[in-house]
């Protein structure tokens, strides 16, 4: 499969961290060491979306324009209406929100998050325009029963038949093992590799010339240490960074090795 249409797409995800300030401050650390070297990697940063507008205002303050500021979550439910606490997608738009993460793992096993919520949150952001990081992974258990395949191309074909890989354009999958998340060990390459080449082939074989917009991510204790081993495997586009998207320093290290 060719890959050289795509340069690499590195997006941090704060999860429940973080601060206004930091927001502020990470915007302006970033642009200074940006303004040293320009990675050629796309970049965008998730927060919690209590901070997304002062992240927008900070990243357009510095002139960081190739930094994409996003959402955590979206709510099933479109526009407005009585659904209290939810935040729809429009929302996340208005608040400048260029990208979000569904289906994270942590949503998944601690909130019940199902393919079928991931589905209608993918539509609801397709429609405003917003682009989906997806995220799929299997647990140790799964791994060590030899499922890790079935449990991850289950994922990823629920939402490719529930919203169609048109939804998915200019968006991602993100493969994020269960067990590498927050374990300060990345998976190996040689267990990256071939579930990425899998997700890309199920991503073609849904329409090989919508696939091409269509990135696969990996996501799992990435650190500037491994990222450039992991950026260079061939069907990986990208990296889904949590931990080390909290300080400046370490998510520009990492989009640094991206091409
Ligand atoms: P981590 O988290 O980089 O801290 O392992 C990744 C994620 O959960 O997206």
């Known amino acids: 499969m060719d890959m050289k249409g795509r340069s690499s797409l590195v997006v941090g995800n704060w999860k429940m961290n973080g601060s206004l300030a930091l927001a502020e401050n ?10 040293q070297a320009a ?10 979306s209590v901070f997304l507008d002062r992240l927008v205002r900070s990243l357009r303050a510095e002139g960081l324009e190739a930094v994409e500021p ?35 793992s ?3 096993t601690l909130f019940g ?11 609801a952001l397709a429609a405003q325009g917003i682009r989906p990081i997806v995220c799929v992974g299997e647990t140790r258990e799964e791994r060590e029963a030899g499922r890790t395949s079935e449990v991850i191309l289950a994922q990823v074909r629920a939402v490719l038949e529930g919203c169609g890989i048109e939804s998915l354009s200019g968006g991602a999958f993100a493969y994020e093992p269960l067990w590498a ?7 190996s390459l040689e267990q990256i590799e071939p579930v990425h080449a899998a997700i890309r082939a199920a991503l ?6 919508a696939s091409e917009k269509v990135r696969v991510l990996y996501g799992g204790s990435v650190k500037p240490a491994n990222a450039s081993a992991i950026l260079a495997l061939p069907h990986v586009d990208g990296a889904l960074v949590g931990g080390a998207s909290l300080k400046a320093e370490s998510f520009y290290g990492i989009c640094a090795c991206g091409r």
């Not at 990470?26 to 303004?35: C, G, S, T, V």
């Not at 998340?181 to 998976?187: K, L, M, N, P, T």
């Not at 073609?204 to 010339?209: I, K, R, S, T, V």
């Open 70 to 104: 996003g959402a955590e979550d979206v709510s099933v439910r479109e526009g407005c209406g009585a659904f209290t606490g939810e935040v729809s997608a429009s929302m996340l738009r208005d608040a400048g929100a260029r990208l979000c993460i569904v289906g994270h």
């Open 204 to 209: 073609c074989e849904a329409d090989a010339g």
């Open 26 to 35: 990470w915007a302006k650390e970033l642009a200074a060491l940006w303004r």
């Open 113 to 123: 998050e199902s393919n079928a919520s991931v589905v209608l949150k993918v539509k």
């Open 181 to 187: 998340i927050g374990s300060g060990a990345a998976a």
């Open 106 to 108: 942590e949503r998944r």
């Open 39 to 48: 990675p050629a990697a796309e970049a965008g940063l998730c927060v919690p």
